[in-house]
């Protein structure tokens, strides 16, 4: 199973940006997903996790209201549409699934993507 995430750069305050990841080797349609970021110094957190149909989902305080995440089963597909960046969402951004129930922990996820560098100047 391997998962890709893409879409980082660098971008101003205020501007948005959309990270995508796709899984291949197995089928995503049963796994609940999730968005991390570990920013320098600093451990990873959780951004955002949605159930295996998308019907919950569930967003850090930090990013609620500027982030959305998505799922498209059919293509095997996460992304994560940030709006408003600010300077502190600098970090990398790391997606991730599991098989088990939708957590906000990193143990709560079997496989991880390498992360995309996501920078916000100010």
């Known amino acids: 199973v391997q998962l890709q995430a893409f879409g980082g750069g660098l971008v101003q305050a205020g501007d948005s940006l959309k990270l995508s990841c796709t899984v291949s080797?197995?089928?995503?349609?049963?796994?609940?997903m999730g968005w991390f970021r570990q920013a320098p110094g600093k451990e990873r957190e959780f951004i955002a996790a949605?159930?295996?149909?998308?019907?919950?989902?569930y967003y850090a305080d930090s990013v609620k209201g500027r982030f959305t995440i998505s799922r498209d089963n059919a293509k095997n597909t996460i992304s994560l549409q940030m709006y408003s960046l600010k300077p502190e969402d600098t970090a990398v951004y790391y997606c991730?699934?599991?098989?088990?129930?939708?957590?906000?922990?990193?143990?709560?996820?079997?496989?991880w993507g390498q992360g995309t560098q996501v920078t916000v100047s100010s």
């Open positions: 949605i159930s295996w149909s998308g019907g919950n989902i």
């Open positions: 991730a699934s599991t098989r088990t129930k939708l957590g906000f922990t990193d143990d709560a996820y079997a496989y």
């Open positions: 080797g197995r089928t995503i349609r049963t796994d609940a």
